[in-house]
């Protein structure tokens, strides 16, 4: 149950209504005009809270099409406005199947959030959509007032299988579509702001984005917090090597608060996120952050690649499940080494006699946290088979018994399928035996506990 986002992004997309009926007047302006005039405004404000967003622009009409793909370039984006032009109808279908392809080419579990402006709420899709990813989210704004406005809303977002929140009209002039993109910038792009301690040291950051309570709430792991602390406790440091890479719920990029900050800080402060920063790459450990209820914080220093030239690393906040990482123990446990008697201090940390490792290069557990990782074990199979019965005949059953039973764990019933479908392809008249009863006892033997003879 858990969701792994190994990104630190939310992109945009901007879906704008250009058909006829946005060029209705409100205020001596058309629709479509205000709403460009105040996505302007939109683009500067995002500039500034959350700067490494990437931002998408569609229009749509009789058809959707991009209008820019996504950049963290805002004056392109803004630039942009100046070519948009009311055409006819509109196509709502098309449109949001143009949204999941977009939405679709992200991490599975990156959660892009779509900004849909129109004059007035869409009819419910006659064929609902399926596929967006897990956490996406819809901003619906409405320019123009229509009667039973939140069942329309709520009923065009399930036939979209999106949550999301309407931004109704009436439109009476710039400042009201203003409302409404502040509104939409407070509930999607405010920042967290919380005292950081450490020891007898504290500062205020920034959380970026907004830690998620509904979202923590839903992962179906009790109990979850009702309200994000807004002071956070370093009790202690352990090697990032000990803490390997356990499945994190979501990740933050911790920032400097601004001044409204809630700890009173003077020229000659020190920076804990500054200190912090420095000292954990330099040594290469995480800080662990205790959440409270079972739930953890993990403090880590991250360098992007695309700013690895200018050594430029960010401080990531990474909040962390109960019981996820088990090798380790309780963390609630977590102490001093030097307070362990010599003779036991070679068991520490506690690991499991399987090994957890992420990378497949070492013990029988396979972890399949990308498609590349899962394609790379399957093939291993296959490229064994082929050297069949001349060689390679024990390093073939190892392999295929640690991918069945790693498919079999997983419950990866239609994987089990492909593979044997594979090793069909792969028979020769001298290996046709071997893989006819491997493929056998593939399909009948269901135990994981079975090995493959």
């Keep these: 149950h858990y969701y792994i986002t190994n990104n630190l992004r939310m992109p945009t997309i901007i879906c704008i209504d250009v058909s006829l009926s946005m060029e209705q007047k409100a205020a001596e302006e058309s629709l479509l005009d205000h709403s460009l005039s105040s996505l302007k405004s939109f683009f500067s404000n995002l500039q500034t809270v959350v700067p490494n967003e990437f931002i998408e622009i569609i229009t749509f009409s009789h058809t959707p099409s991009i209008l820019v793909e996504f950049t963290k370039n805002t004056t392109q984006l803004t630039n942009s406005l100046s070519e948009i032009e009311c055409q006819d109808k509109t196509c709502m279908k098309e449109t949001m199947e143009l949204c999941l392809k977009e939405c679709q080419q992200w991490n599975v579990l990156t959660s892009t959030h779509i900004v849909l402006i129109t004059d007035k709420i869409p009819n419910a899709l006659k064929d609902s959509i399926e596929g967006f990813p897990y956490g996406c989210s819809m901003s619906l704004v409405a320019l123009t007032p229509t009667t039973d406005v939140n069942n329309r809303a709520q009923t065009f977002l399930r036939s979209c299988n999106l949550k999301g929140k309407l931004y109704p009209g009436p439109v009476l002039g710039k400042d009201s579509v203003d409302r409404i993109f502040e509104s939409i910038m407070l509930d999607h792009y405010s920042k967290f702001e919380a005292a950081l301690w450490f020891g007898h040291q504290t500062t205020s950051v920034a959380i970026s984005p907004s830690p998620d309570v509904a979202h923590l709430a839903g992962i179906t792991l009790k109990p979850t917090p009702k309200t994000f602390p807004a002071t956070l406790r370093i009790h202690g440091f352990i090697p990032a090597t000990d803490l390997h890479n356990p499945p994190y719920v979501s990740r933050h990029v911790l920032l400097h608060a601004g001044p409204r900050s809630p700890v009173k800080v003077t020229s000659k402060t020190p920076d804990l996120r500054v200190i912090l920063n420095e000292g954990l790459r330099a040594k290469d450990c995480v800080a662990i952050v205790d959440i409270g209820l079972g739930w953890f914080g993990v403090v880590s220093s991250h360098l992007p690649k695309s ?51 992420y990378d497949n290069k070492s013990g029988s557990g396979m972890v399949w946290i990308k498609s590349s990782t899962l394609k790379q074990n399957i093939m291993k199979v296959v490229r064994y088979a082929k050297r069949l019965p001349d060689k390679g005949s024990a390093m073939f059953l190892k392999e295929l018994n640690k991918v069945r039973r790693s498919i079999l764990f997983y419950g990866f019933t239609d994987m089990m399928d492909v593979l044997c479908q594979l090793l069909e392809k792969e028979k020769t008249p001298e290996n046709t035996e071997i893989l006819d009863n491997c493929i056998a006892q593939l399909r009948d033997e269901p135990d994981p506990a079975k090995i493959i003879k």
């Design 307 to 357: 700013e690895r030239n200018l050594k430029k690393s960010n401080l990531v906040f990474s909040i962390i499940a109960p019981n996820a990482f088990s090798w380790l123990g309780n963390p609630n446990f977590l102490g001093l080494k030097r307070l362990v008697s010599v003779d036991k201090q070679s068991n520490m940390p506690y690991k499991e006699e399987y090994s957890n490792s």
